[in-house]
């Protein structure tokens, strides 16, 4: 079985400050580890991806994300966050064999001005 | 299309009532996944379909849920005797061969009444 845990349900932060948002998982074998964003009444847009090689990824909007084997986390970061990204969060992962995502609970940025 | 398409984007139905939920992916995309989000929660997979054959039906809840894509193309969700319990955002999703990332519709967001 594989799962997703993001230990927080809201993270609130002042604009220009950096963003952490957690996420650790469980899975058989090599992860592949997504986050994707969710603005109200739209559907799940796609971040970025850990698949192999560099454990710091680069993602869209200025996001990134450090995958870490010993402590099977992928946190989601942003060094200067913007009012526009307060939105709601989801950490995904499914194993190198397989397709189906499982998603975590979801995270809710707030940034505020 | 650019983008994975899904109709109606919301549906009120009476409880008992049978609904059809429709899903054009990217084209040329070989992958195709139907996902439930509850509200307040992350999207929980229904199943997934390779071209025309639906490979995985494991999250199904229930032998009212049924899913199709004859062509390997449009797929459509149909759920029979919707009960209160199917209230929720389906989300479908779509992808090109090989492990990369699934591209999300908007949703229906189906309340049953």
């Known amino acids: 079985a594989q799962s997703v845990a993001q230990p927080e349900d809201q993270v609130n932060v002042a604009e220009g400050n950096p963003l952490t948002v957690k996420c650790t998982y469980s899975v058989s074998g090599n992860p592949y580890l997504f986050w994707y964003v969710q603005y109200p009444n739209r559907g799940l847009q796609f971040l970025l991806k850990y698949i192999t090689g560099d454990n710091l990824v680069k993602g869209s909007y200025g996001f990134e994300a450090e995958f870490n084997k010993s402590q099977t986390s992928f946190h989601l970061k942003k060094p200067s966050a913007l009012v526009s990204d307060s939105a709601l969060y989801f950490c995904a992962v499914h194993k190198a064999a397989g397709n189906k995502l499982t998603f975590g609970g979801g995270t809710r940025v707030l940034v505020k001005p | 299309g650019a983008g994975v398409s899904q109709s109606p984007r919301y549906k009120v139905a009476k409880r008992g009532q049978d609904v059809a939920l429709r899903c054009d992916p990217i084209s040329g995309h070989v992958s195709l996944f139907w996902y439930q989000q509850a509200l307040g929660q992350g999207p929980e997979f229904l199943t997934y379909f390779q071209n025309e054959a639906q490979l995985d039906k494991s999250g199904l809840p229930s032998d009212r849920f049924f899913a199709e894509r004859p062509e390997g193309s449009v797929s459509t969700l149909k759920i029979q005797r919707t009960q209160q319990e199917d209230s929720a955002v389906y989300l479908c999703?779509?992808?090109?061969?090989?492990?990369?990332?699934?591209?999300f519709g908007q949703g229906t967001r189906l309340t049953v009444v």
């Open positions: 999703a779509s992808s090109s061969q090989g492990n990369t990332e699934a591209f």
